[in-house]
């Protein structure tokens, strides 16, 4: 059985290895077991070495050696000119190769540090091999890290509600947004008389924001902020459109959902528009 599964091991791709169990082949003669292990006094094996020492301290290991590096051994520096800087610490004084393979696929085949456009957010995906006497590739690391480049993207929605209350046929047209600098929404109103659009009087008119955005901070995180705000007007009022906005930093995007407003108009005491009697709120998605 044991043998099967060495068979199964050897003919299956390190990924598939690597996402069920960790695995350390060392050699059968015990030559170089001394850097994977430590031994008690009765030079039997009392336990394994952390991951980072032997990141650290690596020799020339005459079989292959599996571990995994901690996310925080990798170390990302967001630059000003749209570039990123991603470093395994300490990598250069050990490890002879570097592979660097990203989320969308690109690779970078060597080096360390490395310096790279910041587009968008993904994943860095990193190996590292140290060669041993007379074989290539005989010790082998590997990790991963996520990185921000930014949060998400601007984004505004328009649209149009046609009913006709109380004998009067009336339209709203709502916006909700999120651009640079701004977060809001806004409403434009009017009674159709004759063929056209028009100002006209009405009871109450309100219009709403409620929900969360992204906000990206100086290293490139993101953070979701809350935010809610309402304008109304009183009855007798007649202008065309009222609005909610919320000033903030240009670094601020949609979140997918999250983000949503009502817009709603009194006409002789009957409510109609977005939030209300069956018709959904708009929606930022």
Excluded at 59 to 78: A, Q, R, W
Excluded at 110 to 136: D, H, Q
Excluded at 206 to 226: H, P, R
């Amino acid at each position: 059985m044991i043998g099967q599964h060495i068979n199964n091991i050897k003919k299956a791709e390190f990924s598939s290895i690597l996402s069920s169990e960790s695995i350390v082949v060392t050699n059968q003669d015990y030559s170089s077991w001394g850097d994977l292990y430590y031994f008690d006094a009765n030079d039997n094996i009392s336990s394994e070495m952390p991951v980072a020492s032997i990141i650290e301290n690596p020799t020339v290991f005459l079989s292959p050696l599996v571990c995994l590096i901690d996310s925080n051994e990798i170390k990302i520096t967001y630059l000003n000119n749209g570039m990123m800087r991603i470093e395994l610490v300490n990598g250069n004084l050990y490890w002879d190769a570097f592979k660097w393979t990203f989320s969308n696929n690109a690779q970078i085949l060597t080096g360390n540090p490395i310096i790279v456009p910041c587009e968008g957010s993904g994943k860095v995906y990193l190996e590292i091999y140290k060669a041993g006497t007379g074989i290539i590739h005989t010790s082998y690391c590997n990790g991963s890290k996520t990185f921000f480049c930014n949060c998400g993207e601007k984004r505004s929605k328009p649209q149009t509600l046609v009913r006709t209350i109380n004998g009067e046929t009336w339209r709203i047209q709502a916006l909700i947004w999120v651009k640079s600098g701004e977060v809001g929404c806004e409403m434009s109103y009017k009674r159709k008389r004759l063929g056209f659009w028009l100002p006209a009087s009405n009871k109450r008119v309100c219009t709403d924001i409620s929900g969360t955005y992204k906000k990206e901070q100086t290293n490139k995180s993101c953070i979701d902020i809350s935010v809610y705000d309402y304008y109304c007007l009183g009855n007798g009022t007649y202008p065309t459109s009222i609005s909610v906005k919320k000033k903030d930093i240009d670094k601020i995007f949609r979140e997918p959902d999250k983000l949503s407003s009502g817009h709603r108009v009194n006409v002789k005491g009957t409510w109609f528009g977005f939030g209300i009697n069956g018709v959904p709120r708009l929606v930022l998605d």
